[in-house]
């Protein structure tokens, strides 16, 4: 099945440097990704969608200077926090469709727990 | 103001019965609805889709409902285990002419051995 890799699992850093999450599809072409935040026991909110080749889309009331998008491959997208502050700590996951049809599942990744001192 | 509700209370039941966890939905049309499976520190895993013109889908022990009258779905377990015991999430699709997916807040099931 579709395989969605997600790297680093953790990270904390200090306030105002920057991080940057990756997520590969390891065995199938992703030309659309998508970028999700969880809050504890909240729903998942999508950030932006990651274009291959193109710029990304983000969602009303998200940064797109602050977050970083680059999708640079059919296989991998990346997310790039900037000047990270403490309110930026959350669990950060991203996602692909398996297959071609509007309604294909999405395939995640296992998320990363950024934690901002 | 759109909503996806689904019961923000653990749902507690005793291994081998049913579970039965409710999404609904208001000002919203979803074209197809979604279900996944999310364990604590992980990604969430599709489980079960169904469209707009399906009133029921089966998996194995899962089941899923879809009324588009009443604006929800019905997730059911049957004979359920402690394995099972994690949150389940909704998910609309197809709410507008973008591959987005919205999703509710979850469930968390406990099943009790």
């Known amino acids: 099945g579709a395989v969605v890799s997600q790297h680093p699992s953790r990270v904390i850093c200090k306030s105002g440097t920057s991080v940057k999450i990756e997520c590969r599809s390891l065995d199938f072409q992703a030309t659309t990704m998508f970028w999700y935040r969880q809050f504890p026991k909240q729903s998942l909110m999508l950030m932006a969608t990651s274009n291959e080749g193109s710029k990304a889309t983000y969602e009303q009331g998200v940064e797109k200077d602050k977050f970083l998008i680059n999708h640079a491959s059919l296989t991998l997208s990346t997310l790039t926090v900037t000047s990270a502050h403490p309110e930026d700590s959350s669990f950060y996951i991203c996602?692909?469709?398996?297959?071609?049809?509007?309604?294909?599942?999405?395939?995640f990744g296992n998320g990363t727990r950024l934690t901002v001192t | 103001s759109q909503k996806i509700e689904q019961n923000s209370e653990a749902l507690n039941i005793q291994e081998g019965k049913t579970a039965t966890l409710t999404c609904n939905y208001t000002?919203?049309?979803?074209?197809?609805l979604q279900w996944y499976r999310q364990d604590p520190g992980r990604g969430p895993v599709f489980l079960l889709l169904?469209?707009?013109?399906?009133k029921e889908k089966r998996k194995e022990r899962l089941k899923v409902t879809f009324d588009t009258t009443l604006k929800q779905s019905l997730f059911h377990i049957t004979a359920s285990q402690p394995a099972d015991s994690a949150t389940y999430l909704c998910a609309l699709g197809g709410v507008d002419s973008s591959y987005k997916l919205i999703f509710g807040s979850g469930t968390r099931l406990l099943v009790r051995p």
């Open positions: 169904i469209r707009e013109n399906e």
């Open positions: 000002n919203y049309s979803p074209a197809y």
């Open positions: 996602s692909a469709r398996g297959g071609g049809n509007s309604n294909s599942p999405l395939h």
